[in-house]
């Protein structure tokens, strides 16, 4: 990765007019920096305030050369994490996937009415620019973890003659234009691939393209609006937030404004009016002028102390065979930015997801058991509880005491069992809550089967870094490869009798021996340092 | 700490244990390999032609190397010399692409965990766990080394480096230097008859930085060994009975201070002619 003051960043800088004394450092003062002290000189305000000349940059010129930096960092950060092949596979890998959908789309469009899933398409993107935006306010930890002191072009401003609203600015261009070309494009792409098969017209896929990019935007705007407001007021939030759901209950219900009221990029698909997209528009821009404009940065310098509650901690999870790392990961989650809650919520909201759409499939597939159904994809999405537990450390923090790769790995394995719990306790509370009490038992040793098959799957392909590991295409794939046959067949079989899903307790044995192969897999190789 | 004998500080509330317990004795007792093959049993490190590549870089060359029980050896060398590698592949942290490497008499390729069980190492970046205090690392390391006093080796620790006011303080809010502090301290928790450390005093203060030089000193008189790698050259002429410099991965002079003194007028003129090769100024 790049570090600020390197690369682009330090050309940046190099660049002086004519007449600058050489050696003057560019650091400048906030009082230096007044604009009306300044002259402005090819793209440089030269600032003579007294004997010491200060160097700063136009807005322009600050903004493209921060802009072109921060794409840099950007590819940067991705490209050291998975490899420059590895991550310029993904995209492909996008267009890919995208293409094989539409082009099954035939199959299921009696099950997921093009209506519906075209609306998932958009929410899918907002989330998506949601958590993009996310990540670029809040996962300094994150970047620490995974760089040791990572510095970004982002957190630069207090060692560098630039200012927050500058940086902000180039970093929702950055945003902008990097996950567009990433992230939608080549999935449009792959729409626009299989489109003359399909008999999909390509004016719709234009369209889509369009619409699911500012919805994409519109998540990124919203987010860099409301971590604006939190900063300023976490009361004012709580407002705004209440508001917005006032406003949505009125818009659905005495207004009904439907869906092109509620989400404009979606009703900009259905009815692309001028009008519309000036309101999406809108929608989009003024939060981040507003984020802008009302930028507050708070660097947070508090030291955290907490009371030693780790002995107390291992001493109640004496019955594991690694105590004291299953501990370590609790405090972990538990101290980290969001808490414990984080990982129940994360969680939670897929599960949700898919309980809601077994029970819409169900109208059209009456032969399918919600709850096996259910038991089945949950086993799969609770492996992701794996990517969690080692969210908070590298093995680079043990690699120098007597403890081995795949130690650690099984401590991870006890933590993720434990976790599992909560996996059981929905799982429970939907067979109780359903009346199917009496499928709970194949239902729970179906999950704990595909639960156990794919957290070993996924430890075997992203060992110690799932999270990152994932993202490579050449790590992702065979990691579909491995889990997708199982998941179809599973569900498949359990179609005509859900006792049938029974059958994978044989994946048991073979989530079994694909541990004892990751365990020789990462304990000959080195681990990856990022 | 004053009022305490030297000998009472260097050596932690026990002192070293150079030979370890039963476990360890048993192990060291066998004759194996080249330990016995003509390389005297008090060689802590024994190093033969080791070279580690990243890809087309080679970060350590051919290097060949032994360090004698109760020596505290530098390994001098520029930035980006192959320092780091070098104590990486001596504790198993990385394999070597070529050669042997022995530490304790145990094979660092074969029994890596091993070897860490028996020295201590302070890595180069301070990476103790964000999320536990700083007390509460040590007793972590304190369990996976399953050190039975580690509650009066970790109040020695505060003491010694005057940090017990962050004991209750995460780890990732600690300062560089404080966190130094604590790398140093799990280093010696175990009381190993080797250490290891990586930029021992690069984020301290003089003050810190003269206590842990005498206590690095003190505790090579009481039996120990240390392995420091730096590119401050006052620290290895100051402290080291011996000094190899390092130039783009190959060993290009080892000897003792008085040694390198007598060949080249100083540790820094001796460090300078082993390094002139890429400096503007030779």
């Known amino acids: 990765m790049q570090p600020a003051g390197s690369g682009p960043m330090r050309e940046l800088f190099r660049k002086s007019p004519a007449g600058i004394p050489k050696g003057e450092s560019p650091g400048a003062n906030a009082e230096d920096n007044s604009p009306s002290e300044n002259r402005q000189a090819e793209g440089l305000v030269v600032n003579r305030r007294g004997e010491t000349p200060v160097v700063i940059l136009s807005k322009r010129v600050l903004t493209n050369s921060l802009f072109e930096a921060m794409l840099k960092e950007e590819w940067r950060i991705h490209s050291t994490m998975f490899g420059s092949a590895g991550f310029a596979l993904f995209p492909l890998l996008l267009v890919a996937i995208a293409t094989a959908g539409a082009l099954m789309w035939p199959f299921f469009s009696d099950l997921l009415p093009p209506l519906t899933a075209v609306g998932l398409l958009h929410g899918g993107y907002l989330l998506a620019g949601m958590s993009v935006g996310g990540f670029g306010l809040f996962g300094r930890e994150v970047m620490n973890r995974r760089f040791g002191q990572a510095s970004l072009i982002a957190y630069s401003s207090r060692s560098l003659p630039v200012s927050e609203r500058a940086i902000l600015t180039a970093f929702l261009l950055k945003d902008t234009v990097y996950y567009l070309a990433f992230w939608v494009l080549p999935f449009v792409a792959g729409l626009a691939f299989a489109a003359p098969f399909i008999g999909l017209p390509l004016p719709l896929v234009l369209r889509l393209a369009a619409t699911l990019s500012l919805s994409f935007l519109l998540g990124l705007s919203l987010v860099f609006l409301l971590s604006t407001i939190y900063v300023h007021s976490p009361r004012a939030l709580l407002a705004l937030f209440i508001v917005a759901v006032g406003a949505a209950i009125i818009l659905a219900g005495p207004v009904n404004a439907g869906i092109v009221g509620l989400f404009p990029p979606l009703g900009l698909y259905y009815q692309p009016t001028p009008l519309l997209l000036l309101v999406t528009l809108l929608l989009i821009i003024v939060p981040s002028a507003i984020s802008v404009r009302f930028l507050k940065v708070e660097y947070r310098e508090e030291t955290r102390r907490y009371p030693g509650t780790l002995d107390n901690l291992a001493g109640r999870l004496a019955w594991l065979p690694d105590p004291y790392l299953v501990a370590k990961d609790a405090l972990d989650l538990n101290r980290s930015e969001g808490g414990a809650g984080k990982v129940v919520f994360s969680f939670l909201f897929p599960v949700a997801f898919i309980w809601i759409a077994l029970f819409v499939l169900h109208r059209f597939i009456p032969m399918l058991s919600p709850l096996m159904a259910f038991a089945i994809l949950l086993g799969v999405v609770s492996s992701t509880i794996y990517n969690w537990v080692t969210e908070f450390d590298l093995f680079s923090s043990h690699a120098f005491l007597p403890v081995e790769v795949k130690t650690v790995i099984r401590g991870k394995l006890e933590s993720y069992g434990l976790l599992n719990l909560v996996s059981v306790a929905i799982l429970v509370a939907a067979g109780l809550g359903t009346g199917q009490a009496g499928l709970l038992l194949p239902a729970l040793l179906t999950f704990a089967s595909l639960s156990f098959y794919a957290v070993a799957v996924t430890v075997y392909v992203g060992g110690l870094s799932p999270s990152v590991m994932l993202y490579n295409a050449k790590v992702y794939v065979p990691y579909l490869g491995l889990i997708t046959p199982v998941l179809l067949f599973t569900l498949f079989v359990s179609l005509p009798n859900p006792w049938f899903a029974l059958t994978s307790l044989v994946l048991i044995p073979a989530g079994w021996f694909v541990l004892k192969k990751a365990f020789t897999k990462w304990s000959t190789v080195e681990q990856p340092g990022f | ?282």
């Open chain 2, 1 to 282: 700490m004053q009022g305490k004998g030297y000998r009472e500080i260097w050596a932690g509330p026990k002192g070293p244990a150079q030979e370890g317990g039963p476990v360890r004795r048993a192990r060291l007792a066998k004759p194996a390999g080249f330990a016995y093959g003509g390389i005297p049993l008090e060689h802590v490190i024994e190093v033969q032609n080791l070279t580690k590549t990243y890809g087309d870089v080679t970060a350590v060359s051919h290097v060949t190397l032994s360090v004698r029980k109760g020596e505290l050896f530098g390994l001098l060398g520029p930035n980006g010399s192959g320092k780091t590698t070098m104590i990486k592949c001596l504790t198993g942290q990385l394999k070597p692409t070529e050669g042997a490497v022995r530490v304790m008499g145990i094979d660092a390729v074969e029994e890596p965990v091993r070897v860490r069980e028996l020295v201590g190492i302070t890595p180069e970046q301070e990476t103790p766990p964000s999320f536990l205090t700083a007390e509460e690392y040590l007793r972590f390391v304190g369990h996976i080394r399953k050190i039975p006093d580690i509650g009066e080796q970790v109040s020695f620790w505060f003491d010694f480096l005057e940090f017990g006011d962050k004991r209750d303080v995460l780890c990732k809010d600690l300062s560089r230097g404080t966190r130094q502090k604590l790398m140093v301290a799990q280093a010696f928790l175990h009381r190993p008859g080797l250490v290891l450390i990586d930029e021992p005093l690069i984020n301290l203060d003089p003050l810190m930085q003269r206590r842990i030089k005498d206590y690095l000193v003190g505790y090579v008189k009481g039996g120990g060994t240390v392995f420091i790698s730096t590119h401050i050259l006052g620290i290895a002429e100051e402290i080291c009975t011996r000094i190899g410099i390092i130039h783009r991965g190959n060993l290009v002079r080892q000897g003792t201070v008085e040694e390198l003194r007598a060949a080249s007028r100083s540790i820094e003129e001796a460090f300078l002619d082993a390094t002139r090769g890429e400096r503007p100024d030779a």
